[in-house]
């Protein structure tokens, strides 16, 4: 991310930095980089496959921070790779570095992965927070510099582009940037401020002699940034190498060196081109001169977005896609995969800490993919891409093979009989009844809405994923597993409704009680503290159910409610209950001081079994508890009939036996 050594290189060197307080300010945020260093700062175990409530209690705490400062926060976030997708090479190496790390991580070693639900659960804390976003068409950066400049506010970020932009209000590293450390007056008082650092391109040149900052974007162009890797300059860099200050850096010092004998980009260009072969020297002045327009800002009125809701970008008309796409696109209603599957048709699955010899864990959820890319089809269907053969398109999906990084093709799934017709076309989806919408959905995942009834409405998504990846998943989900997932989203119940002010209802003793016995079992050192890579790898399978049901659901227009991610999953959680229930069945009775929780966990349980054969859940009993036995009564011959009958093979969309039996621990 930014120009190649250049973070480090400023890093290093203090004096290129300038103190400053934040504060009384706008402030415009680069959404990507807070995510991932929120990510990292909140100190989550990056092998379990997220804390989302730690990373969400992080994110509230660092605008609860800005809030105290009286700074104003907009977050910018990126879209998708653009129609050029001119990333695709540094996309790709990006990819193949987190599959390192996450292999690495897999075998005990050290490294982090962002876990995969992270950028879900950032968007959902700004929604609850009420802090303004806007999700670009394509990539941010200039988008973020315009806005910067015409507010006249400092860019908050870790890409050390924003080095190179030209910046009214300067450029504040998050490294440097002191969030939890205020300072100033005490609560409530005028004179609070976040200590930061400010990038100064004045130091900067100055370092380096007459330097002219005009001449700073064709230095990240020469020394290489995500847009471009130019072998034909190898020459011209070789020659101007720094000799002096030791080997790192050398190439930075010895361009920005060279670069401070000209006065203006057009007279350095010509001076590069004297390095490079002659039959080369128009296509790379070209390329130059085009590349170096990346670091110029947009002029893309944000600020009207965050007025009226309404973005207006001409890359986004030029696409052709429907305003309700756009629309929801820029307000986070729809995720950069889908940008990229309608535009490019190429999409990057994301890896995790899984079992590296078995298929990619996003390999269950292909079935809910191929739904979402014959939907997307429909915005398509009169083009040359798509009239150029009467068999559906491939899309190319980079995901892991083993080890590494492969590229696919899959095809889109033909939609169920019903969901053919023109009312199905992108443009009009809006348009469809939501009750139609709602049955593509379930359709997809296996599941009856009769089924779901008995469940809170913001838990039907992930219950219905929760039945779906039973289904799809391979190797096949263990009983433990099952029933450690479902306490998870049990305990995530117990805190809203003990902790959330705005629950509905009130909370009930009994419900503080076994909140409270919650908390002092989770306080206790677990005897086992073994990574089981195999029970990993099937909750990295019901995390990627779990994101294709969030944007197919998102696509359908939220049919569902979206779950609260912050409350859904936390991976150390999961993980302890699924070994202490190896151990200590009665590890089932967690939350038996409370009725509701106790229903509610009876409830999940049931709904799960009736999406599989019954004879599968013969073993499956809740066991009894402190104030109630177990509910034994199993469904007669007739209703167990009907179950069967009602999700017919045809409209289960999964690739493996939908009846898949559930694997029980020895």
Not at 132 to 160: K, M
Not at 629 to 656: F, G, M, N, R
Request: proline share 5%; charged share 25%; net charge positive.
């Amino acid at each position: 991310m930014g120009v190649r050594g250049l973070a480090g290189f400023v890093e290093e060197r203090g004096a290129f930095c300038a103190e400053l307080r934040v504060r009384d300010t706008k402030l415009v945020i680069d959404g990507s980089s807070l995510y991932h260093q929120l990510c990292f700062a909140s100190a989550a175990d990056p092998r379990r496959g997220g804390e989302y409530g730690l990373f969400a209690a992080t994110v509230r705490d660092f605008f609860g921070s800005l809030r105290a400062c009286r700074v104003s926060p907009f977050v910018v976030l990126d879209g998708g790779r653009g129609p050029d997708d001119r990333k695709l090479p540094a996309l790709r190496e990006r990819a193949a570095e987190r599959l390192r790390a996450a292999h690495g991580l897999s075998r005990g070693e050290g490294g982090c992965v962002v876990p995969l639900l992270t950028r879900e659960a950032f968007l959902q804390a700004l929604r609850r927070l009420g802090v303004p976003f806007v999700q670009c068409f394509a990539e941010a950066d200039r988008e973020i510099a315009g806005l910067a400049n015409r507010w006249g506010c400092p860019v908050l970020s870790l890409d050390s582009d924003f080095c190179v932009f030209e910046l009214a209000g300067g450029y504040c590293p998050l490294t440097h940037f002191q969030w939890r450390s205020v300072c100033g007056g005490a609560d409530g008082q005028r004179g609070r401020y976040v200590p930061a650092r400010c990038f100064s391109a004045e130091r900067f040149c100055g370092h380096f002699g007459a330097l002219r900052r005009s001449l700073l974007p064709l230095f990240a162009v020469m020394c290489g940034n995500d847009y471009i890797e130019l072998a034909a300059l190898e020459a011209f860099l070789s020659a101007v190498r720094s000799r002096r200050g030791g080997r790192k850096h050398a190439r930075l010092r010895g361009v920005l060196s060279w670069l401070s004998q000209f006065s203006e980009p057009a007279e350095a260009v010509d001076g590069v081109l004297k390095y490079v072969k002659k039959q080369q020297r128009e296509e790379v002045r070209d390329l130059l001169c085009a590349s170096m327009q990346d670091y110029t800002p947009s002029d893309v009125k944000l600020e009207d977005f965050f007025r009226s809701s309404r973005y207006d970008c001409e890359a986004a008309r030029k696409a052709g896609l429907p305003q309700w796409v756009l629309d929801a696109l820029a307000k986070g209603k729809l995720a950069p995969f889908i940008i990229n599957a309608l535009v490019l048709r190429s999409i990057f699955l994301r890896v995790q800490v899984e079992n590296m010899q078995r298929p990619s864990a996003h390999s269950a959820a292909l079935p809910i993919r191929r739904v979402i890319y014959g939907l997307l089809l429909k915005a398509s269907q009169n083009t040359e891409a798509a009239s150029r053969s009467n068999a559906l398109p491939a899309f190319c999906e980079f995901s892991r093979l083993q080890k590494t990084l492969k590229k696919t093709f899959v095809q889109a799934a033909s939609l169920p009989t019903g969901f053919c017709d023109d009312s199905f076309s992108l443009e009009k989806l809006v348009e469809v009844p939501m009750s139609h919408r709602q049955m593509l959905l379930l359709e997809t995942l296996g599941v009856q809405m009769s089924f779901l009834k008995p469940i809170p409405s913001h838990l039907q998504l992930p219950v219905a994923v929760t039945c779906y990846w039973i289904c799809c998943s391979e190797p096949k989900v263990k009983l433990h597993q099952l029933k450690a997932l479902l306490l998870m989203i049990v305990s995530g119940e117990l805190h809203r409704i003990t902790n959330d002010p705005d629950a509905p209802g009130l909370c009930a003793e009994d419900d503080v009680i076994a909140y409270n016995e919650f908390l002092k079992w989770k306080e206790k050192k677990l005897q086992n503290k073994d990574f089981d890579l195999d029970a990993g790898h099937g909750f990295c399978q019901w995390q990627c159910c779990l994101q294709m049901g969030l944007y197919l659901n998102q696509l359908l227009g939220s049919p569902l409610p979206e779950p609260d991610l912050s409350r859904l999953y936390t991976g150390s959680l999961v993980h302890r209950l699924f070994q202490e229930l190896k151990s200590t069945p009665s590890v089932e009775n967690l939350f038996s001081s409370s009725p509701k929780m106790t229903q509610l966990y009876q409830d999940l349980l049931n709904t799960v079994e009736s999406t599989v054969p019954p004879d599968v859940f013969q073993k499956i009993k809740v066991c009894k508890t402190k104030s109630e036995s177990c509910k034994k009564k199993k469904a007669s011959t007739k209703e167990k009939k009907a179950i069967t009958c009602a999700l017919p093979e045809a409209q289960h969309l999964c690739s493996v036996n939908r009846f898949a039996a559930l694997e029980v621990d020895d």
